[in-house]
T-cell receptor, first 112, second 113 residues
Framework: DAGITQSPRHKVTETGTPVTLRCHQT?????MYWYRQDPGHGLRLIHY???????DKGEVSDGYSVSRSKTEDFLLTLESATSSQTSVYFC???????????FGNGTRLTVT | QKEVEQNSGPLSVPEGAIASLNCTYS??????FFWYRQYSGKSPELIMF????GDKEDGRFTAQLNKASQYVSLLIRDSQPSDSATYLC?????????????FGSGTRLLVRP
């Protein structure tokens, strides 16, 4: 999967708890993305990064924050998890702005 | 109106037939277009991308782009049961000068043996 590792692969957490998902890449790619995938909605962009410390919001960013302190790591944080954030989360990377995205294996998050 | 629209399917075709998957998009300024395949429980994998009007062929796959009509399609020739998956269309918009990739909801393809 193009040198992308997401962790954890599965997580169950309770409503109101903070959760951090990690995406680690070994490709030295500049662009990194977090998507969530839900039935009937396809892949929706949460946040993305176009360089270290450079991030921007996607279409469903409410309730999520991100950080990128190193090229290889992009963290997604749910400050206070809600049941509506139960989803499969995918990280993706791209080398240049207009190139295809390559996806990690995903993290299945369940908020009870 | 959704930015990228696909028929959810399922599209059912017999083995050996041509499967035709379609996608329309709303941002007339979009410049790049991608097709991904996603097996159940797996991550999306890139099949093809196309930037220019016309056809682009890669093995059994052909991507077709018509910017005037704002649609992109994927043809799969000699369909195999292993092609059964969800196919995601993605469009890179340029409305706000970003390079975000917007996905459709996907079309589920079923190839019958």
């Amino acid at each position: 999967d193009a040198g992308i590792t997401q962790s954890p692969r599965h997580k169950v957490t309770e409503t109101g708890t903070p959760v951090t998902l990690r995406c680690h890449q070994t490709e030295n790619h500049r662009y990194m993305y977090w998507y969530r995938q839900d039935p009937g909605h396809g892949l929706r962009l949460i946040h993305y990064s176009y360089g270290v410390k450079d991030t921007d919001k996607g279409e469903v960013s409410d309730g999520y924050s991100v950080s990128r302190s190193k090229t290889e790591d992009f963290l997604l944080t749910l400050e206070s998890a809600t049941s509506s954030q139960t989803s499969v989360y995918f990280c993706a990377i791209a080398g240049v702005a207009d190139s295809p995205l390559h996806f990690g294996n995903g993290t299945r998050l369940t908020v009870t | 109106q959704k930015e990228v629209e696909q028929n959810s399917g399922p599209l059912s075709v017999p083995e050996g037939a041509i499967a035709s998957l379609n996608c329309t998009y709303s941002d007339r300024g979009s410049q790049s277009f991608f097709w991904y395949r996603q097996y159940s429980g797996k991550s999306p994998e890139l099949i093809m991308f196309i930037y220019s009007n016309g056809d682009k062929e890669d093995g059994r796959f052909t991507a077709q782009l018509n910017k005037a009509s704002q649609y992109v399609s994927l043809l799969i020739r000699d369909s195999q049961p292993s092609d059964s998956a969800t196919y995601l269309c993605a469009v890179r918009g340029v409305m706000d000068s970003s390079y975000k990739l917007i996905f459709g909801s996907g079309t589920r393809l079923l190839v019958r043996p």
